[in-house]
């Protein structure tokens, strides 16, 4: 029985490659196939393919257990980092004039523009280092979710048929996140911007475009410009952790009631708004008494992880 198994492993491990390599030359084939059919240009799509194979360390990472062992306390510290708030702070001040522009116009709050692109890339400096033809073709021929990133391909060339960047500019992360500001290519056909007005979105290279996108972004996905995000809480003791979920939503007035202050003990502001609590280390871990601008920072990635401390950067770079 066992060297059955041994010598069924080894037929794979040898046949594998092989195989691999002759079915993502026919996968090629038939997406370039689908492309042309649907206007991208022959001689584009050729160029893109020209010299592509399966980026190992690509599936490498999309195999990886996504939910990491970290706590919150953990993740904070690392992402609201006493250098990215002081960075966060120099781009405020060297942009102000552009960001209160956008601001203005799209009717978000300068600083959490800043946050999402100090988060996302340092501002700028991790923005991705991979061709993203290379990692999306990767992705949608073996991928786990290979009909997602095979449409993600498909608006990839769109946004080179149009001129937005070239094959060498156009550089991703692993997953396909382009840019400053790491749009996927299907976000960036619905709310990229080109700000500067040089008839490029180009979210790689031109902050304008950078900020105004994701501006848009969150413009469009129903952000309040008169509104905070949320802040830190202090609970009363025997708080019923049931209460702390996304999913409850309650006026100011309810939380007051039942005991929830600001974190220095203060009242809570007497608005008239909606919010609710979140815990995101669970019971005795900080509470958070969020917004709905919370849950738009959500729709850009559904993390309470990621929501939460941009909104935490948010606050500390406009202090
Ligand atoms: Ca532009």
New binding site residues.
């Given amino acids: 029985m066992r060297s059955i198994i041994l010598t069924a492993m080894f037929i794979f491990v040898v046949a594998s490659p092989v195989f691999g390599e002759a079915s993502f030359k026919q996968w090629v084939k038939d997406f370039k196939a689908e492309a042309i059919e649907q206007g991208i240009s022959s001689s584009l799509v050729d160029q893109a393919f020209e010299g592509v194979v399966p980026i190992s360390r690509v599936l490498e990472l999309d195999r990886k257990q996504p939910e990491s062992r970290m706590t919150f306390g953990e993740y904070r510290k690392k992402i609201v980092s006493e250098l990215r708030i002081q960075r966060g702070r120099e781009m405020m001040a060297q942009y102000r004039n552009l960001l209160n522009e956008i601001g203005q116009q799209y009717g978000v709050q300068p600083r959490f523009i800043v946050a999402l692109w100090g988060i996302e890339t340092f501002y700028g400096k991790n923005s991705g280092s991979y061709r993203i033809v290379d990692a999306l073709a990767t992705l949608a021929f073996d991928g786990r979710r290979s009909q997602y990133f095979r449409t993600e391909l498909l608006n990839a060339f769109r946004i080179l048929q149009d001129g937005h960047t070239s094959l060498d500019s156009m550089k991703s992360s692993w997953a396909g996140a382009m840019g400053q500001c790491q749009f996927m290519p299907s976000s960036f056909l619905r709310l990229a911007v080109?700000?500067?007005g040089?008839g490029?979105?180009?979210i790689w290279n031109?902050p304008a475009?950078v900020f105004a996108s994701a501006a848009n972004y969150l413009s469009q996905s129903g952000w309040r410009g008169k509104q905070i995000w949320g802040r830190r809480a202090h609970l009363p003791e025997g708080f019923n952790v049931k209460q702390a979920s996304l999913k409850i939503s309650k006026p100011l007035q309810h939380w007051q009631n039942i005991g929830v202050r600001k974190s220095d003990g203060n009242d809570l502001p007497l608005a008239p708004l909606k919010a609710s609590i979140v815990l995101p280390d669970g019971k005795g871990g900080p509470a958070y008494l969020v917004y709905d601008n919370y849950r738009v920072i959500m729709k850009w990635n559904r993390s309470t992880y990621f929501a939460t401390s941009v909104g935490l950067l948010a606050d500390a770079i406009a202090q």
Avoid: A, L, P
Wanted: aromatic share 0%; net charge negative; glycine share 0%.
């Fill in positions: 080109d700000h500067d040089d490029r979105k180009d031109t475009d």
